[in-house]
């Protein structure tokens, strides 16, 4: 049974850092690329950044360029989103994604807030 847990939300000043993790399990993770996602209250689900299977090329949002970096320890089968210089509109749901059978987890909390 395929599962993706996500991890490692929580609240946060603007300006600090957080660390999401997606813990996979029942599938061959290291053959496939992954992703995170953010859905912002009362607005739509949007792409935050990509990983390809090895890891060797990511993808990001423009508007988190810069600031968060996607990684992925496919030893320990689990998805990184290093998020730094957090910003009010960073806050959201993070979902992490199984793209080639666009499986979801269910979501982790981030609130940046003063």
């Known amino acids: 049974q395929v599962h993706l847990v996500e991890s490692g939300g929580g609240l946060v000043q603007p300006g600090g850092s957080l660390r999401l993790s997606c813990a996979a399990s029942?599938?061959?993770?290291?053959?496939?690329?992954m992703s995170w996602y953010r859905q912002a209250l009362g607005k739509q689900r949007e792409f935050v950044a990509s990983?390809?299977?090895?890891?060797?090329?990511?993808n990001y949002a423009d508007s988190v360029k810069g600031r968060f970096t996607i990684s992925r320890d496919n030893g320990k089968n689990t998805v990184y989103l290093q998020m730094n210089s957090l910003k009010p509109e960073d806050t959201a749901v993070y979902y992490c994604?199984?793209?080639?059978?666009?499986?979801w987890g269910q979501g982790t909390q981030v609130t940046v807030s003063s």
């Open positions: 994604r199984r793209p080639m059978y666009d499986y």
């Open positions: 029942g599938f061959a993770f290291g053959r496939e690329a």
């Open positions: 990983i390809t299977k090895a890891g060797a090329i990511t």
